[in-house]
């Protein structure tokens, strides 16, 4: 049996401990576990964004002069940082759909086979691939496993990600990478800010900043091309923002040199700011100790579901390999998704559900402590026990 006092011990010991107090936790009763979905607000971030509110009022249109600069700047300082990139390599813009759009029709430029994902990847993914594939009349495959999908891919498009959203399998991207001609692009959506990421063998990759980056809800996206082939690719999207010499305002479109051709309109102030703050509080805590303190939550959320959740139904659907895993937790139920509604409405616990049995528990590292863990998987057993979760309206939803 794993004690409460087990919990308390881990955090007595976590060297992250002193980073719950630097975000905004307005019900200290609930165990927020979705911040895979929608990081919490940091005060770093709020901040931020109050300064740079402020300087819009101040200077207006001047701004932009120091503005201008942050799409590239910020995504040198989260390549350095998050992504083990080079400067230059990095563009923060639009959303995570439009950039996999950008970088999905610039691939398939260089590479003239099927274009290709699992069908378990994330939905908008399949839904832009299949979209681009349409447009270039391509052959678009669907396959049932990653390993299949690198089979299909041949001399194509590899789309994947680099931690799975719902069963939280962790990808080893070089090993992927040095067994298919595919040119392969990874969507690193649910691994950045929470697993060590080394993109120095990968050519194209595409992630968001409101998980475990806590940037806030829409903030803008950033998109990977490694440098050697940033100049033989072009987005399909020809927009002033990666136009040569833009403020020439000159007749035709011409591609800026470098990640800059990736822009497409006027970026996010606010989001970039917001996105700023919330990499130097990943930078002040350090990725090595915010992965490993990541497999300590859900090394423990397993060993409590192993022993509470088993015999009343619930499966572990996360790989037991902790190297092999992101930062969440996949637990199967047949009735997840009343249960996840009783979670939130009588156990003040937020984690969400994904279809068609999953109930997903995100534990982001910077705020999330073990006794949030021990006490959620103690609520989780309560509810189902005791058939709690029979009793809730858990009718349809927009949002789940
Ligand atoms: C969250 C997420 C997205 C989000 O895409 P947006 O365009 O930013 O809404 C895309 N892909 C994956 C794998 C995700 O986890």
Redesign the pocket.
């Known amino acids: 049996m794993i004690d409460r006092s087990h919990a308390e011990a881990l955090d007595a010991a976590d060297p992250l401990a002193r980073f719950r107090d630097r975000f905004v936790i307005a019900d200290r009763d609930r165990i927020y576990l979705d911040g895979n979905s929608l990081g919490r607000l940091s005060t770093d971030v709020r901040d931020a964004i109050a300064v740079v509110v402020g300087h819009w009022g101040e200077r207006v249109v001047e701004g932009w002069h120091d503005w201008i600069e942050l799409p590239r700047g910020v995504g040198d300082r989260l390549a350095s940082v998050a992504l083990g990139a080079r400067p230059g390599e990095v563009l923060i813009a639009d ?4 950039n996999l759009h950008k970088l999905a029709h610039a691939a398939a430029d260089h590479r003239p086979g099927p274009i290709v994902t699992d069908a378990a990847n ?1 939905p ?2 399949r839904y832009v691939l299949e979209g681009v594939a349409r447009q270039l009349g391509r052959q678009y495959i669907e396959a049932d496993s990653v390993e299949a999908a690198i089979d299909a891919a041949r001399d194509g498009v590899l789309c994947l ?1 680099h931690v799975d ?1 719902r069963s939280a399998e962790l990808r080893d991207m070089r090993a992927i990478i040095g067994s298919t001609d595919a040119l392969v692009i990874w ?1 690193l ?2 691994s950045v800010g929470a697993v060590e990421i080394d993109l120095s063998a990968v050519d194209l990759a595409v992630g ?1 900043t409101y ?1 475990y980056l806590n940037a806030g809800p829409g903030a803008p ?1 950033f998109l990977y091309v490694r440098r050697e082939l940033q100049s033989s690719m072009r987005s399909p999207i020809q927009g002033w923002f990666g136009q040569r010499d833009q403020f020439l305002m000159g007749p035709g479109y011409e591609a800026a040199d470098g990640i800059e051709r990736f822009g497409a309109g006027t970026p996010s102030v606010v989001g970039l700011a917001a996105i700023d703050a919330a990499i130097g509080l990943l930078e002040e805590a350090g990725f090595a100790a915010i992965a490993a303190k990541g497999r300590s939550l859900t090394e423990l959320a397993i060993g409590l579901a192993d022993a509470w959740l088993a015999p009343i139904g619930f499966s572990v659907g996360s790989p037991r390999d902790p190297s092999r895993r992101g930062s969440h937790v996949a637990l199967r139920h047949v009735e997840a998704w009343p249960i996840a509604r009783a979670l939130i409405e009588r156990a003040a616990v937020v984690p969400d559900f994904r279809p068609p049995d999953i109930l997903r528990l995100g534990f982001a590292p910077l705020y999330t402590r073990h006794v949030d863990v021990w006490d959620a998987l103690h609520r989780l057993r309560r509810i189902v026990a005791r058939g709690e979760h029979r009793a809730v309206a858990a009718g349809a939803r927009r949002v789940t």
């Open positions: 959303s995570v759909t439009v994330f908008t993914d990600s959203y969507d959506s649910h968001c998980k996206a």
